[in-house]
């Protein structure tokens, strides 16, 4: 049974921004060190545009899988690493483990898309 559909889109040039401020605060508050590094990011001298896709699309995964879930909860317990095959996906087990439970979702689904600027993401929560 669907319980929930969340959708979110960013600016990737605004995450690009972001991600390049000279502290590097956002992307350390925001994104996993797996997140991090599987989208390349080194630091805020050294963001390239594939760099500021893949966490565009990250950020609007955590957004979307907030609105699908439907509960209040911190989007940092919000992990979406890549497959080997390169697809992105919401790990649900460790600290969203118990937010997921108590939301009754046995399942995320989630799509990615970048386009004319935009990432855009869809989770639908099973339950």
Not at 22 to 29: C, I, M, N, Q
Not at 53 to 77: H, I, M, N, W, Y
């Amino acid at each position: 049974m669907i319980l929930g559909i969340g959708a979110d889109m960013v600016s990737i040039s605004e995450i690009k921004r972001l991600l390049e401020e000279p502290s590097g605060a956002f992307a350390r508050r925001t994104f996993t060190e797996r997140e991090r590094e599987q989208a390349g990011w080194a630091g805020p001298d050294a963001v390239t545009d594939a760099c500021a896709s893949r966490l565009a699309g990250t950020f609007a995964a955590k957004e979307a899988t907030f609105k699908a879930v439907a509960q209040p909860f911190d989007l940092r317990l919000v992990e979406v690493p890549r497959a080997d095959t390169g697809a992105p996906y919401i790990e649900t087990t460790g600290p969203l483990e118990p937010v997921l439970a108590a939301a009754g979702v046995t399942a995320l689904h989630l799509s990615i898309t970048n386009e004319a600027g935009l990432a855009v993401a869809m989770v639908l929560a099973e339950g």
